[in-house]
Nanobody, 124 residues
Framework: QVQLVESGGGLVQAGGSLRLSCAAS????????MAWFRQAPGKDREPVAT????????YYTDSVKGRFTISRNNARNMVYMQMNSLKPEDTAVYYCAADRRSTPTLYGAAWQYWGQGTQVTVSS
């Protein structure tokens, strides 16, 4: 069983930055592919970024490329997402997810474990 706890959300002005953190616990969690998803009001949940268990492969949805960076620290069982140049359309609940998949693709089979989410609100 894997447990995920997100933190770091908040209210920020457009153009500002936030860093989200995801604390993971559970056996072998450092070998899981990790991801950040988001869900805006009235919209479906969408993948934002993924990272391989080694940390050397990452994928991003087009709308955040060049602005967001996903990273992980396996020694601490932590996953991060640095979000810069935030826009009002980035407003959403952000979720951390974990799965024992072979590649960190953005789309595909359902993710096995989810956190409770953290709210990010970007004001214009």
């Amino acid at each position: 069983q894997v447990q995920l706890v997100e933190s770091g959300g908040g209210l920020v002005q457009a153009g500002g930055s936030l860093r989200l953190s995801c604390a993971a616990s559970g056996r072998f969690v450092s070998t899981y592919v990790m991801a950040w998803f988001r869900q805006a009001p009235g919209k479906d949940r969408e993948p934002v970024a993924t990272i391989s268990w080694t940390g050397d492969t990452t994928y991003y949805t087009d709308s955040v490329k060049g602005r967001f960076t996903i990273s992980r620290n396996n020694a601490r069982n932590m996953v991060y997402m640095q979000m810069n140049s935030l826009k009002p359309e980035d407003t959403a609940v952000y979720y951390c997810a974990a799965d024992r998949r072979s590649t960190p693709t953005l789309y595909g089979a359902a993710w096995q474990y989810w956190g409770q989410g953290t709210q990010v609100t970007v004001s214009s």
